[in-house]
């Protein structure tokens, strides 16, 4: 998959290592569908100086955070200077946590 990096590979693999090849690939189709791109939080996160605060927060599903970047402008701009430094980190808690949920959907079926 294009955009994924070292950690995040060796993750998938420790993750579905017992997946036979066809819940591999199923796994695969949908955590590709629903992961984000670091590149793409940190555009949104940049974009919270010059428009609207909290965009990727709500990409991430964190609609509460985002609304409070919303109604703070982003806690002044301080809280989007963090997350504009801590974009990978937040991108990789939201891409674990959604490729969790992914493999326990595939171990339902």
Not at 45 to 74: E, K
Request: charged letters at 25%; aromatic letters at 14%; a neutral charge.
């Amino acid at each position: 998959m294009p955009g994924i990096d070292h950690e995040e590979l060796i993750w998938l693999e420790e993750l579905t290592k017992k997946f036979d090849p066809e819940a591999r690939k199923k796994f695969l189709y949908l955590y590709q569908g629903r992961r984000k791109d670091p590149q793409t939080i940190l555009l949104t996160c940049l974009l919270g100086f010059v428009l609207v605060n909290g965009i990727h927060r709500f990409l991430m599903d964190q609609i509460l955070m985002g609304l409070l970047f919303l109604f703070t402008c982003g806690f002044c701009f301080i809280g989007t200077i963090i997350d504009a430094v801590n974009y990978r980190k937040l991108t990789w808690e939201y891409n674990k946590q959604v490729s969790l949920e992914v493999a326990s959907m595939i171990g339902k079926f």
